[in-house]
């Protein structure tokens, strides 16, 4: 079946682009289009789409509030939402990737890339482009910790392999970067991964990496 995305951006001519890249590959079918945050959320409700592609400054109700919603325990589907977001990061991205956005992507960014987007997050997995989140966490490294801070107690229930294992993820690795890095296999990657997920709460690779610098265990600008 195809992936059924809703388009939500205040800029018509945008929107227009995006569906026409869309509208050419046949796993994907763009079932509506909305200009804000709040018909975002009634468009929601009405076509129970598999991904929003979100923009984030919005009239009436911005991408990082509709997002919450849209993904918060009150859900009323299963969309996931891919957050986009201008070359120069906007201040907000953080804030909707802690209100649970699976990933973000540049406005700018060739038409492949969006479709690979879109069905990765469709897929359940995190879009966590490696150069794009070193920036963006760089970038706002002043309102995230030092490393300086107790660490959390949740981070000990984390086994030293696990805990090399985030320290990659948060520096944005593929899977099989990862492998390499550590010198063992993809499958064995991906279940440290599920493990650390698991123990930790979190949803996806991009809480992970939301989580493993917000506790300190990952200094922003440290290689």
Known sequence: MAIRVLLVDDQPLLRTGFRMILEAEQDIAVVGEAGDGLQALDQV????????????????????????????????????????????????VVEALRAGASGFLLKDAPANELVQAIRVVAAGEAMLAPSITRRLLDKYATHLPSGEEPVPDTLHTLTDREVEVLKLVARGLSNAEIAADLFVSETTVKTHVGHVLTKLGLRDRVQAAVYAYESGLVRPGAQ
Do not use: H, W
């Open 45 to 92: 409700r009405a076509l129970q789409p598999d991904v929003v592609l979100m923009d984030i400054r919005m009239p009436r109700m911005d991408g990082v509030e509709a997002t919450r919603q849209i993904t918060g325990p009150d859900r009323s589907g299963p969309a996931k939402v891919l957050v986009l977001t201008t070359f120069d990061l906007d201040e907000y």
